[in-house]
């Protein structure tokens, strides 16, 4: 069994904006799998579903975002998931928009979302896809992350939900390091 959890901000306010970069792939995940996110438990939203024979969980947690370790946590727990048979997917300012970058592990890199899947999880060994939402340096970060995407912007980002998306599929079915290798682009 496998748990695939996007990072984002409950509540229709957030719908759309950088921080809930994350949330959307878990959409357009649910979307390609003709599945809907909807019952509630573990402080969240998800549903339980069969991929290529593998159980999978799809995780929205509702506890906002500094806090999204406790729903992943409770979730965790239930189904008797470690660490290795996780993903989170989750916003990046340190990329631009269109990009996505998946990795095995790291530190949080200031990330309030990450820091508590890392408290939580006990650990920073979990596969991650990161989405650039880009940066402006004119905006404080805390309105930046929670302002919406630019029209000029909707096509790029599209294009990365779409293929995080894909990656986090494609990683149900596959390793890791092949999943990197197939959709990490220079």
Same mark, same amino acid.
């Given at each position: 069994?496998?748990? =695939?959890?996007?990072?984002?901000?409950?509540?229709?306010?957030?719908?759309?904006?950088?921080?809930? $970069?994350?949330? %959307?792939? %878990?959409?357009?995940?649910? &979307? =390609? *799998?003709?599945? /809907?996110?909807?019952? &509630? #438990?573990?402080?969240? #939203?998800?549903? #339980?579903?069969?991929? +290529?024979? &593998?159980?999978? =969980? *799809?995780? /929205?947690?509702?506890?906002?975002?500094?806090?999204?370790?406790?729903? !992943?946590?409770?979730?965790?727990?239930?189904?008797?998931?470690? +660490?290795?048979?996780?993903?989170?997917?989750?916003?990046? %300012?340190?990329?631009?928009?269109?990009?996505?970058? !998946?990795?095995? /592990?790291? @530190?949080?890199?200031?990330?309030?979302?990450?820091?508590?899947? =890392?408290?939580? $999880?006990?650990?920073?060994?979990?596969?991650?896809?990161?989405?650039?939402?880009?940066?402006?340096?004119?905006?404080?970060?805390?309105?930046?992350? *929670? @302002?919406?995407?630019?029209? &000029?912007?909707?096509?790029? *980002?599209?294009? @990365?939900?779409?293929?995080?998306?894909?990656?986090?599929?494609?990683?149900? @079915?596959?390793?890791?390091?092949?999943?990197?290798?197939?959709?990490?682009? #220079?």
């Amino acid at each position: 069994m496998k748990i =695939i959890v996007g990072l984002g901000n409950p509540g229709v306010r957030y719908d759309n904006t950088r921080h809930n $970069a994350g949330f %959307m792939v %878990m959409d357009r995940i649910a &979307e =390609i *799998l003709n599945e /809907k996110i909807e019952k &509630e #438990k573990f402080e969240g #939203k998800y549903v #339980k579903t069969r991929v +290529n024979g &593998e159980e999978v =969980i *799809l995780l /929205k947690p509702t506890t906002f975002m500094n806090n999204s370790g406790f729903s !992943l946590r409770a979730c965790m727990d239930f189904f008797k998931v470690s +660490n290795k048979d996780i993903l989170v997917i989750y916003d990046d %300012m340190d990329m631009p928009v269109g990009k996505i970058r !998946l990795r095995q /592990k790291g @530190s949080a890199g200031g990330h309030n979302g990450i820091k508590s899947v =890392i408290t939580c $999880a006990m650990t920073n060994e979990f596969d991650r896809i990161r989405v650039g939402i880009g940066r402006d340096p004119q905006i404080p970060i805390v309105n930046y992350v *929670l @302002s919406k995407f630019k029209a &000029e912007e909707q096509e790029d *980002l599209k294009k @990365s939900v779409d293929e995080a998306a894909k990656a986090a599929i494609y990683s149900i @079915s596959h390793s890791f390091a092949d999943t990197m290798n197939r959709f990490n682009h #220079k």
